[in-house]
Nanobody, 123 residues
């Protein structure tokens, strides 16, 4: 059974940092690409970042480039999203998803996704 479990969310002040983790079980990171999405109340789901199954390709949305970084630890079967210089507009539920290839478009439905972790950026 495939499970994706996000952790690391919380309340942080503007300008702060958080590192989200996506722990995968029941699948191999070397077989599936892992993407991070976010969704704020009343807004459409937004693709944040993705790392390919080979690990050689990473993508970060231009809106977050320079602030967010995606990485992975295959041995730990975990994908990370490092978020720096956080802004109030980054407030959302962040969740990870797995599919054969990187899925970023908000209308695409990934094969597997986690339940999400809340990130709140506020002073």
């Amino acid at each position: 059974q495939v499970q994706l479990a996000e952790s690391g969310g919380g309340l942080v002040q503007p300008g702060g940092s958080l590192r989200l983790s996506c722990a995968a079980s029941g699948l191999s990171l070397e077989t599936y690409a892992i993407a991070w999405f976010r969704q704020a109340p009343g807004k459409q789901r937004e693709g944040v970042a993705c790392i390919s199954s080979s690990g050689r390709m990473t993508y970060v949305s231009p809106f977050m480039e320079g602030r967010f970084t995606i990485s992975r630890d295959v041995a730990q079967s975990t994908v990370y999203l490092q978020m720096n210089s956080l802004k109030p507009e980054d407030t959302a539920v962040y969740y990870c998803a797995a599919d054969d290839d990187c899925i970023i478009a908000p209308t695409e439905i990934p094969k597997f996704r986690g339940q999400g972790t809340q990130v709140t950026v506020s002073s």
